[in-house]
């Protein structure tokens, strides 16, 4: 894939069919900054489980000139995610995360192998992957099952490969210099966010701000019932200069730990 343009852009309308909300923040910052408003990245989930390991997600991505950034790692929640970059800064980063499977309980690696076998590898070729959905049966009591011990693979199990979040860029904002001010503007407007370790997590000293929406719920059908459950949220992070005096371009594992929980039920 040379031109990556038109699968972020079918990535970004399969989003906002899941989280409507970002549609509304969008549009308000877009009216406060002359339509423009810019993605600092974008977050995909997967399991460490082949066919569909972190590195086979970020295929399509590799192949249109994006390179391998930081690597990190979550113990506390058994996931382990890498960033991806163009060299052309006016496209996203990619954030991908997996979860290593085989940390979980006998009983929850059961579950997801039997997902993980059920999608066929000629889907995992498409480009279109990435936003692909869910690729198995699954009944609502795995979920809750997965739920009780993984946030993550119960969020994975039940909603598939989609975007988990994009990113507004605060230093690309002209009607906003600072996230508190970012923030405000969304908790005033009515939206509902992520508290886990602050409303702002990191801070300009580390090179990196984030906060984030809680989740938008929506009904999913599982094989047994229909039930209503978090899916996606938008996030917000402000760059700073770093030692070079260039704005950080990575990531902070403490922060980003704190975002995960975004999509929580608990």
Sequence with gaps: MSDIKPLLQAMWENYLALNPDARRIHDLFAELNDGVVVNDHIALRTFALEPVRLEAIARPFLEAGYLPGEDYEFK???????????????????????????????RAQGIIKGLAEQIDPAALAQDSFSYSGRHWSLDYGSYQELLQESEYAAWMAALGYRPNHFTVSINHLKSHETLQSVNDTLQQ???????????????????LEQSSTMANK???????QTAEIPTCFYEFALRHPVADGQLYQGFVAASADKIFESTNVK
């Design 218 to 224: 929506a009904e999913v059908e599982f094989s047994d």
């Design 189 to 207: 407007a009515g939206f509902v966010l992520n508290s886990s370790g602050g409303l702002i997590k990191g801070t300009p000293e580390i090179g």
């Design 76 to 106: 506390a929640k058994k996931l382990r995610a890498r960033h991806f970059y163009h060299p052309d800064d006016t496209l996203p980063k990619v954030f991908i995360s997996e979860l290593k499977v085989d940390e979980l309980s006998e």
